[in-house]
């Protein structure tokens, strides 16, 4: 019987990959359509238009194309998704039954269990599962005795149900990345507005990826605020949804261009940090500089392009640093950066972050923005804000 379920679903399975990938070809056919321009039309583009005219036609073929380059990128990742081998597989019998019979004197009881393996990603743990009624069970506490069972130290994915209910449910584990973050941030409003214009998010998505947005919108107050709130919900469902931080930062630029009737000239500051590989990867579009503090010094991150909604081409430049145990990763607000700025500079921003002597990043944050109300005054010329993740290598031993 069981055998006959698992053929069943791995034809199930193939049958929806095959749907996927049709799905992929016709963006790609698509996306064809839209950068495909008739010799004929080209003909009449190239006499008796006035300028007005040329200019309109020169902005839909901007726009046909930049629509077809995210076509394309869509029509990509439904391919990746779709040839992804998983494959599952089995405990020994034995090991399975014990693992079954323990979690039981815990008040879980289990239907199934067994790893998936994926080419480039990490292993995972799926685990058919309900709870005892009467006994309240959280998968946190799941993650504890598989960490201890299968002698790997394991935790829930994103997107994972909180509590374990009487219902069988399939509940999916990782391993436990290398490096712990812990987020830190301090915010200043203008002092004549009421709602600041910058906008921010932490958030961390499956395989230890963990992302800071940073966007500042263009003036201050509520269009200011609507701006970047606008980027940055957009730039975590991208990357979230799979996008590259290029094509994220690409796909909003063009959806600024195409659909805003007023100008959303705001800045999009990226930083992706993989906690297994201990890799960052920054992405600035006009934003302020960032910095990375280690033990031994302060790097600067500068951004050398213009922000979001002003030319439909992007030229970005992703970075990449490896980060350490011990070590801040700080992002700034242009008002920070121009109140700073009233001194050295960047070095002497860099000279401030260096004789940092606070630990937890929150107390970090609160230690910049203090200095710089004290160094302007208190007169909040701009919105400020400072992000600040901390580092620290994974000792847990449970």
Not at 54 to 76: C, I, P, T, V
Not at 138 to 159: H, I, M, P
Not at 198 to 218: C, H, K, V
Request: hydrophobic share 35%; net charge negative; charged share 30%.
């Amino acid at each position: 019987m069981r055998k006959g379920y698992e053929e069943e679903s791995a034809y199930l399975l193939e049958y929806e990959k095959q749907k996927l990938m049709t799905c992929a070809r016709s963006f790609e056919d698509l996306a064809k359509v839209f950068v495909y321009i008739p010799d004929c039309e080209k003909d009449k583009n190239e006499c008796n238009t006035d300028r007005q005219e040329l200019l309109w036609k020169k902005r839909l073929k901007e726009n046909r194309e930049l629509l077809a380059d995210n076509l394309k990128e869509m029509a990509s990742i439904m391919g990746q998704v779709a040839g992804k081998e998983v494959q599952a597989v089995r405990f020994p019998e034995k090991k399975k039954k014990q693992m079954i019979r323990l979690l039981e004197e815990e008040g879980l009881y289990v239907q199934d269990i067994y790893m998936l393996e994926s080419a480039g990603e990490k292993s995972k743990v799926a685990v058919r599962v309900k709870g005892r009624r009467g006994i309240t069970q959280t998968s946190t506490e799941l993650s504890g005795y598989l960490s201890v069972l299968l002698n790997r130290r394991l935790q829930a994915c994103c997107g994972t149900p909180f509590l374990i209910t009487t219902q069988p449910q399939t509940l999916y584990f990782e391993e436990e990345p290398g490096l712990n973050v812990l987020t830190g941030f301090a915010k200043a409003i203008k002092e004549t507005e009421k709602i600041s214009g910058d906008n921010y998010s932490f958030f961390e998505t499956d395989n230890g990826i963990f992302t800071a947005i940073l966007s500042d919108g263009m003036g201050s107050g509520e269009k200011a605020c609507a701006d970047s709130e606008t980027v940055v919900n957009m730039a975590e469902k991208f990357m979230d949804a799979g996008f590259s931080m290029e094509m994220t930062v690409q796909m909003i630029n063009d959806a600024l261009l195409a659909g805003a009737e007023e100008a959303n000239m705001s800045t999009l500051d990226l930083c992706s940090v993989d906690l297994h590989s201990r890799t960052a990867s920054f992405v600035k579009i006009g934003s302020a500089c960032t910095f990375i503090k280690s033990k031994e010094s302060v790097e600067r991150i500068p951004s050398l392009s213009l922000p979001l909604g002003i030319f439909h081409k992007l030229e970005i430049e992703t970075i990449k640093r490896t980060v350490h145990d011990g070590d801040y990763i700080i992002m700034l607000s242009d008002g920070i950066a121009d109140c700073l700025t009233q001194g050295d500079g960047e070095e002497f921003t860099a000279e401030l972050i260096s004789d940092l002597t606070c630990i937890r990043p929150t107390e970090i944050a609160n230690y910049i923005m203090k200095y710089v109300l004290k160094l302007c005054k208190g007169r909040i010329r701009d919105d400020m804000t400072v992000l600040v993740m901390g580092f620290w290598e994974n000792t847990s031993e449970d």
